[in-house]
Nanobody, 120 residues
Framework: QVQIVESGGGLVQPGGSLRLSCAAS????????MGWYRQAPGKQRELVAT???????NYADSVKGRFTISRDNAKNTVYLQMNSLKPEDTAVYYC??????????????WGQGTQVTVSS
């Protein structure tokens, strides 16, 4: 069994900052990649940022220069530092983890989602 727990969403004014966290726990052998996706009302889920176990990162063009993804491999945790937030960043943010379990199965896990609202 693997659990994914997200935290850190909330309401923030335009130009403000938030930090999201996502921790994976359970029967984990390794986590080749972790990332954040978001889904705004009426829109499809889209990639925000991903990071490999070797710290290679990938960002959506819309967040480059404003968001920073990082991870703590020892804690199986990924973070998303969001700065200079805009109203268009408002969405439910989902953590994703590509996990190899202790039984050597490769499974894609998703968090429950955390709401980020950018509004004055």
């Amino acid at each position: 069994q693997v659990q994914i727990v997200e935290s850190g969403g909330g309401l923030v004014q335009p130009g403000g900052s938030l930090r999201l966290s996502c921790a994976a726990s359970g029967s984990i052998f390794s986590i080749p990649a972790m990332g954040w996706y978001r889904q705004a009302p009426g829109k499809q889920r889209e990639l925000v940022a991903t990071i490999t176990s070797g710290s290679s990162t990938n960002y959506a063009d819309s967040v480059k220069g404003r968001f920073t993804i990082s991870r703590d491999n020892a804690k199986n945790t990924v973070y998303l530092q969001m700065n200079s937030l805009k109203p268009e960043d408002t969405a439910v943010y989902y953590c994703n983890a590509q996990i190899i379990t202790t039984t050597l199965r490769e499974i894609d896990y998703w968090g429950q989602g955390t709401q980020v609202t950018v509004s004055s």
